[in-house]
């Protein structure tokens, strides 16, 4: 089982362009999320799937939209990069309330 | 919202030293999870906590639920270079639906 896959890994946009984050799970898990991680800190949540058909905001949003495509697929878009979204963006899923989160390996972000 | 301090932010020590590490926070969690994080990976599951005063071990790491719900900590016995990485403590709010992480702190072996 490949667990939780991101694409791309690596990305450089220029201030203003828009791209969408793919991250796919193979786990069957209900639940699914999308974090950003600065440089010395620890992850913050942007958005969350909490089940099929559902988003929910997280702790730092603003800049960013979400869509649950299927069971399998969340994806994370931005509209318009600006620098200060600089960072690595960590996709994650887990089973079910109280289950462990099962982390993708990051897709790093330069904004120039 | 809320906040989660984790201490120390780097450690660099001998192996085969036992670590220590904490995380306290100004709310209540109803779960608290230890992660680590190796270099260009995400964050790996060490240790689940769900009850209060809960102590649970996986092989040499032991982890605690402290009593109030507000804190947590993390022993390393018998470090070895592999240790080495970045330890996160992530607390789980009530309604079940957002894990806030700590700084982390980062670990270093010395052969």
């Known amino acids: 089982n490949a667990g939780v896959t991101q694409t791309p890994k690596f990305q450089v946009l220029k201030t203003g362009q828009s791209m969408t984050l793919q991250c796919a799970q193979d786990?069957?898990?209900?639940?699914m999320y999308w974090y950003r991680q600065d440089p010395g800190m620890g992850l913050r949540l942007i958005y969350y799937?909490?089940?099929?058909?559902?988003?929910d905001k997280g702790e730092v949003p603003n800049g960013y939209n979400v869509s649950r495509l299927n069971k399998r697929e969340f994806s994370l878009r931005l509209e318009s990069a600006a620098p200060s979204q600089t960072s690595v963006y960590f996709c994650?899923?887990?089973?079910?309330?109280?289950?462990?989160?099962?982390f993708g390996s990051g897709t790093r972000l330069t904004v120039v | 919202g809320q906040q989660l301090n984790q201490s120390p932010q780097s450690m660099f020590i001998q192996e085969g030293e036992d670590v220590s590490m904490n995380c306290t926070s100004s709310?209540?969690?109803?779960?608290w999870l230890w992660y680590k994080q190796d270099p260009g990976e995400g964050p790996v599951l060490l240790i689940a906590?769900?009850?209060?005063?809960e102590l649970t071990s996986n092989g040499r790491l032991t982890a605690q639920f402290g009593t109030t719900r507000k804190d947590s900590f993390l022993n390393i016995s018998a470090s070895i270079p592999s240790d080495v990485g970045i330890y996160f403590c992530?607390?789980?709010?009530?309604?079940?639906?957002?894990?806030?992480f700590g700084g982390g702190t980062r670990l270093m072996v010395k052969p």
């Open positions: 786990m069957n898990h209900n639940s």
């Open positions: 709310s209540i969690f109803n779960t």
């Open positions: 799937s909490a089940s099929e058909g559902t988003t």
């Open positions: 906590l769900y009850k209060a005063g």
């Open positions: 992530a607390g789980e709010n009530n309604a079940g639906n957002m894990l806030t």
């Open positions: 994650a899923s887990r089973a079910y309330r109280n289950g462990g989160y099962t």
